[in-house]
């Protein structure tokens, strides 16, 4: 065979046999090789390099295990055959030869060993022993050895198979191979390894040794941290336990990442667009090389670029992309960190510097006006970017929509054209691509949207038509954009739905119509609606209204009440056809002709005045009431009473003529006065009140227009003014009343007073500033008053005060020093005569008291009621407890309660009213010496919860057949826990009712394929109820109609035979009933001959029926004809029905009569003669 050198990988020499490698992994004995092997050079090949025991035999070529072929390994055991050395030399072979895998095996481990990679295998079943025994053991070295016969320690080396980078990357850390030395180590010695990384993560393997060596493949590191790894290996003799060992380090290292980004600089005036491409590294050192490459898109190369790392980044930048057309590439970068772990990334971008667009106007003309859509195409620019319409008119006024690119092309429809001008508008639309590449297109067209039209009534100056009016009515309006000659039409419709129709001709943009009739419309409101349209299609519409009235009535009455003087009068009356809150006014007029004018309002078809007080002369009074209706028609009544309304009185008393009652007059003294208008016999009341407010009262008659009190007694009577007031009533009820004053002056004397507010009782604010206070009567100006303040415990404070107009005052008194209980304050003081006076008062001081309050809840529902109650201290039994509760809005509510032994307690407080949330609950109350202390707690009121219930009906509000059986009940809660029950109840209209449950979860709740089938018929109500936690009861409704029922049938006429003969077959009736099918529902009938043909005709429900008349069926095959009819209801219920009939018109019929041949009956065969024929079909 002739092999080229370059196809040569090794020659070898094996128990002497020369054997060629070839690259392609082929073992060809030298011999057998034609070519000239002589300058290159031969491997010979010892017993530490082949190893036949491991799973695949293997030899070690230039550092390299390769795999033995079976013929290798078939020639190598015949040698040894012939020169077996003793049983106990020879090494065990646990291994077969696998022809189908050599080739594969080699190839694989010579390429990876040429890329500085290695994958080889090793291991052993059995454990070898140190052979001290055996005289040609290397270990004693035998009677052919140099050390004399003593015993070799092994000697162990340790390699970790890291490419000899001491770096074990990502590529070799799934299979490492750790290999070494086992000098003078018998076969099968066991063997120790243990891996260690700088976490102390440690792993331990046993090998064993082989031919003074030993190996474990394929070793996976990835459980090992990042770093250095510590290989140690070592074994134990087993004569004198000596420890022997080696070590190997290498640093694992397999992360290496790094990323791209691609940014554009910039975009020249020249459309060139400029990039810039960097990225991150990590684990990837300072220096390393990254290399940059652009691809076409099926992977062409088309440039690439170098940089480095620098800290911990990379970057090229400024990058002119001008060569470049625009489109897809594809860009990578690619580094190696110091331990060989590769890093890439890539990334398709996208060059793009062009962009297109066109827009155009489209106008259409529409029932509600012309429309008008802008559309457009693009280039370049993607689907989904937005398009920016701009819409601006003559008077520089603009609109902006925007709309989406689809397809390439853009459409905004029916746009909004309001605000702006009619005339000319011009419309710019712009548009971005992603590449941020900007295009625009403008265009015009005119805008015309002006069509508008109004009406008026004329109501005339009262805004109503009367029936002095109504036929003859003027109806006009205006016509803005609308041409000349254009009609107007106009309807009239009063309040019961009667209508007159009417038109009118626009005439220079306007319209009228004169000399109306509306009469014959009811009374009440009269409306008026004018159309029209332009000749654009701009319709125009206007409405007015106004009112129709014809009839007015009106009724007066009047009474009298009494008054505290004299008499009150009321005006009632009644209307008929005046409206509600039309006026009413009453004129009163008097002998004198002097008036009063009152005006009320209608209200309900009536109208009152009541309580007047008249101010009119006495004698008859003449009563005129006036109103009319909205349309103007009046209504007048009239009414004639007598008035009385005066009285007078005066009041005198018998002094002696000095305006004093003294001592000696006080017990005697005449009353006395006169009337006027008052009858004899009438009674005088006469009241006399002191300063003090007490008073006495004294009564006598009128008689001859006069009345006196003698002797009247005002002893009893405080000393001061004296108020005498008489009063008297005539018999028209008309009181009269007259006062007068006088002094009464009998001695002099003082008063005290110690402001204790209404309780008598100092508090600890009111102690602090006390005022005490009082008068002097009969008593001189700049006298003093001495006031002596004493304690319960005889603890005295003096004070002087001076009279100053009669009174006397101390304010601001500190008396806190004071004893707390009783206090006495006397005042004594005396006039220029000498005569004294004395005064005392006495009030308590009481300074301390205190106040708790707490909260009992109840459950209600809906409401908040609860429970106060707390203590109190030093506060007296029935003291006043206010509670004053406050939500976060400020409402308030108030209850008030009272202590009692030491404690208070207020039951059932209803906090309607109050907003849910925090409230501030404030208890206060004040002791008898008016001590207030508070207390301020916090509550949260919680009174709401809400439910919603929604029935999935699809989209018509009914549940036909299909929903019935499983429909879902859903809604929503308002604040309701998650947990809580929601019971669902659904009743038909006899009363039936089916339940369901369903639990609150985030707010919701279902009822899923609730099956309503043993509901009847009609309105379902669905009603759902929840409680929340606060016992606030939430309940929602729903109505919604059942309807799972549909019938239809089908005849078809063909007389009773079931046939449809060649008489019926162009005029054939089909006919049916539609039961629960409402009227106008498509009826669909399927009409399928024998071949298969079919037709379809439709028509629709009547009075639940149909009918098809007069078809035509003479296309159809002869035979079996199969009708099929559908229908399906409002509810979406399907119904259908089948039938079938025979079409048979085709027969023929053949007569023949029997002649003997010649055509002739003679007289023998007229009688009988003899007929016969074929009937077919």
């Known amino acids: 065979m002739d092999i080229a050198k370059q196809d040569i990988a090794a020659i070898v020499q094996i128990s002497g046999q020369t054997w060629v490698i070839t690259n392609s992994g082929q073992w060809i004995l030298a011999q057998e090789v034609t070519s000239s092997l002589a300058d290159i050079e031969v491997i010979t090949l010892t017993a530490e390099q082949i190893d036949l025991n491991a799973e695949q035999p293997q030899v070690l070529v230039n550092g390299q295990w390769l795999t033995l072929p079976s013929q290798v390994i078939t020639s190598i055991t015949t040698i040894n055959e012939n020169n077996q050395p003793p049983t106990e030399q020879q090494p065990t072979n646990q291994q077969s030869a696998n022809e189908g895998q050599q080739g594969n095996n080699f190839f694989y481990q010579f390429i990876q060993r040429s890329a500085d990679s290695i994958v080889p295998e090793s291991g052993f079943d059995t454990t070898g022993a140190i052979n001290t025994d055996d005289e040609n053991s290397p270990l004693t070295g035998g009677n052919d050895g140099d050390n004399g016969g003593e015993i070799l320690l092994p000697e162990l080396s340790i390699t970790i198979a890291d490419g000899g980078d001491e770096w074990v990357n990502q590529f070799e850390t799934p299979s490492t191979d750790l290999f070494g030395k086992a000098l003078y180590a018998n076969d099968g010695q066991s063997l120790t390894v243990t891996l260690t990384d700088i976490n102390g993560k440690t792993v331990t393997l046993t090998t064993t040794a082989q031919n003074q060596a030993w190996q474990i493949n394929d070793i996976d590191l990835s459980m090992f941290a990042e770093g ?78 170098e940089t480095t790392v620098i800290d ?21 970068v690619t580094s190696n960190d110091l331990a060989g772990n590769p890093a890439t990334a890539e990334r398709f971008v996208f060059k793009d510097t062009l962009a297109e667009i066109t827009v155009n106007v489209l106008e259409n003309c529409s029932t509600e006006g012309e429309t008008y859509d802008v559309v457009g195409t693009v280039n370049d620019v993607e689907d989904g970017n937005i398009v920016t319409l701009v819409l601006t008119d003559s008077n520089g006024t603009s609109k902006t929509f925007q709309t989406t690119v689809q397809n390439g092309a853009y459409a905004l429809i029916d746009a909004d054209m309001s605000g702006l001008a009619d005339g000319s508008i011009t419309v710019t639309a712009t548009v971005s691509d992603f590449s941020d590449n900007q295009a625009s297109a403008n265009t015009d067209f005119i805008y015309d949207s002006l069509a508008l039209l109004t009406i008026n009534i004329n109501d005339t100056d009262d805004s109503v038509i009367n029936a002095a009016e109504d036929n003859n009515v003027s109806i006009s309006g205006t016509a803005v954009g609308i041409e000349n000659g254009q009609t107007v039409f106009i309807t009239l419709t009063d309040v019961n739905g009667n209508t007159l129709e009417l038109s009118a ?32 299609c701009n319709p125009a519409t206007a409405i007015d209204t106004a009112e129709h009235d014809k009839l007015a009535e009106i009724t007066v009455n009047t009474t009298t009440t009494l008054a505290s003087n004299g008499l009150l009068y009321n005006f009632n009356g009644t209307v008929i056809d005046i409206e509600d809150g039309n006026a009413v006014t009453l004129t009163i007029t008097d002998r004198n002709g002097q008036n009063q004018v009152l005006t009320a309002v209608i209200i309900n078809g009536s109208y009152s ?76 009341t006469v009241t006399v009140t002191d300063d003090n407010g007490i008073s006495l009262t004294f009564t006598t008659q009128v008689n001859n227009g006069s009345w006196q009190v003698d002797n009247a007694d005002l002893a009893t009577l405080a000393d001061g003014t004296l108020i005498i007031t008489s009063s008297v009533t005539d018999l028209s009820n008309n009181t009269a009343q007259a006062s007068t004053t006088t002094t009464k002056d009998t001695q002099a004397s003082v008063t005290i007073h110690i402001d204790s507010g209404s309780d008598e009782l100092l508090n600890k604010e009111e ?90 809840e109840q459950c209600h529902d809906g409401v908040e009621i609860i429970d106060l109650l707390g203590t109190v201290e030093n506060v007296e039994d029935g003291a006043p407890v206010v509670l004053i509760i406050t939500d976060s809005e400020g409402n308030t509510l108030r209850f008030d309660t009272t202590s009692n032994n030491g404690a208070w307690a207020y039951t059932g407080a209803d906090l309607t009213g109050l907003i849910d949330g925090d409230l501030n609950i404030r208890a206060y109350t004040t002791d008898l010496s008016g001590n207030i202390v508070s207390t301020d707690i916090s ?12 029935v999935d009906t699809g989209t018509d509000e009914v549940i036909n057949s299909t929903e019935t059986p499983a429909t879902s009940i859903s809604g929503t809660v308002t604040n309701v826990e998650d947990g809580q029950t929601v019971t669902v109840s659904v009743k038909d209209i006899n009363g039936k009712i089916v339940t369901f449950s369903a639990t609150v979860l985030a707010g919701e709740w279902l009822v899923a394929d ?42 078809v006429e063909s007389n009773g035979d079931n046939l449809i003969n060649s008489n019926e077959v162009n005029a054939v009736t089909l006919y049916g009933e539609a039961t629960h099918i409402e009227d106008g529902q498509l009826v669909t009938i399927t009409v399928t001959d024998s071949a298969g043909i079919s037709q379809q005709f439709t028509t629709t429900v009547m009075n639940q029926q149909w009918q098809l008349a007069d078809l035509d069926f003479t296309s159809f095959a002869e035979g079996k004809l199969d009708f099929t009819v559908t229908a399906n209801d409002l509810a979406g219920n399907s119904a259908s029905n089948t039938t079938d009939v025979f079409k048979d018109t085709l027969s023929t019929i053949s007569m023949q009569i029997q002649t003997n041949g010649d055509d002739i009956l003679n007289e023998l065969e007229v009688n009988p003669a003899i007929f016969g024929g074929v009937a077919n079909d």
């Open 312 to 332: 911990g980044q990379w970057s090229l930048e400024n990058i002119s992309t001008a060569p470049l057309l625009d489109g897809n590439y594809l860009v990578t």
């Open 939 to 950: 509550y949260v009121k919680d009174t709401i919860a809400q439910i919603t219930i929604d």
């Open 228 to 305: 250095q790894i510590i290989a140690d290996i070592q074994l134990t003799t087993p004569f004198n336990n000596a420890d022997i060992n080696a070590q190997d380090t290498s640093v694992k290292d397999t992360l290496a990442e790094i990323s791209l980004s691609v940014q554009k600089v910039e975009k020249t005036a020249d459309n060139i667009l400029v990039v810039s491409f960097s990225g991150d590294v990590t684990n990837i050192q300072d220096g390393q090389p990254v290399t940059v490459q652009l691809f076409f898109p099926d992977g062409t190369l088309i440039t690439s670029a």
């Open 1010 to 1051: 609730a099956d309503l089938s043993i509901l009847a018929q009609g309105q379902l109500t669905f009603s759902a109820t929840v409680k929340d936690l606060s016992c606030n009861t939430a309940t929602a409704t729903a109505d919604h109609i059942k309807d799972t029922l549909a019938e239809v049938t089908i005849v």
């Open 767 to 856: 102690v602090l500033a006390t005022s005490i206070t009082g008068t002097a009567t009969a008593i001189e100006d700049g006298q003093f008053v001495l006031v002596t303040v004493t304690d319960s415990q005889n603890k005295q404070l003096s004070f002087r005060a001076e009279i100053i107009n009669g009174s006397w005052s101390l304010t601001d008194l500190d008396l806190s020093s004071l004893a707390e209980g009783p206090i006495n304050a006397v005042a004594t003081v005396s006039d220029l005569a000498g005569n004294s006076a004395t005064a005392t008062d006495i009030a308590f001081k009481d300074t301390q008291s205190n106040i708790t309050v707490e909260v009992a």
């Open 609 to 684: 005045v009541q309580g007047v007080e008249l101010t009119l002369a006495d004698g008859p009074l003449s009563i005129t009431v006036n109103s009319q209706d909205d349309a103007g028609n009046p209504a007048t009544a009239k009414q004639q009473v007598d008035f009385d309304n005066s009285a007078s009185i005066t009041v005198n008393i018998d002094t002696g003529g000095d305006a004093i009652v003294n001592l000696a007059e006080s017990s005697n003294r005449t009353l006395f006065g006169d009337v006027t208008d008052v009858e004899d016999g009438q009674m005088v």
């Open 505 to 536: 001709t626009v005439s220079n943009e306007a319209w009228l119509l004169n000399n109306v009739d509306i009469s014959s419309l009811d009374n009440g409101t009269i409306t008026a609606t004018a159309n029209s349209t332009d000749l654009n």
